[in-house]
């Protein structure tokens, strides 16, 4: 191989190599972006479904549910988990084995946690209500967020 193939050679498969780290680079900021957004998408539908549900005033209740009914589209898959917590520390939820629990240790420690696992986003507050505190946790899939990256 002569010397000038050698270099064409070499800096063909730079300019490769170079393509497809940049290509990976925006794949992966992508996807990250992308779930980032779901994940604050479900923190606004926790705190709306928290002051929807417990709020005392009923006419910012009302206010709570037509904002929900309006401009909240459904989620696919989407599921509300309300989450008593007794003065002693206990979770009172019939649904409860539904939820991963290092999300419910995120969110008793910090006050908010989000989780993913098999898809299935999940994204939940802590809500100090009138009578005792609760975790609310809503789950969803996100498939315009899958088919974007597909």
């Not at 709570?64 to 989407?78: G, I, K, M, N, T």
């Amino acid at each position: 191989m002569r010397f000038r193939q050698r270099i064409v050679f070499v800096f063909t498969l730079l300019t490769a190599f170079l393509f497809l780290m940049i290509g990976l680079m925006m794949y992966f900021l992508t996807a990250k972006m992308t779930r980032e957004e779901f994940f604050v998408r479900l923190k606004l539908r926790s705190e709306i479904a928290a002051k929807a549900r417990f709020e005392e005033n009923l006419q910012s209740n009302n206010i709570y549910q037509s904002l929900r009914e309006r401009h909240l589209a459904v989620l696919p898959d989407e599921k509300e988990y309300f989450i008593k917590v007794d003065p002693s520390g206990r979770l009172h939820e019939p649904r409860l084995k539904e939820i991963p629990p290092a999300l419910l240790s995120k969110i008793i420690k910090k006050d908010y946690g989000q989780f993913s696992e098999s898809g299935v986003y999940y994204a939940g507050i802590a809500y100090q209500a009138a009578d005792s505190k609760y975790l609310v946790v809503i789950s969803a899939t996100d498939p315009v967020g899958n088919q974007d990256l597909a």
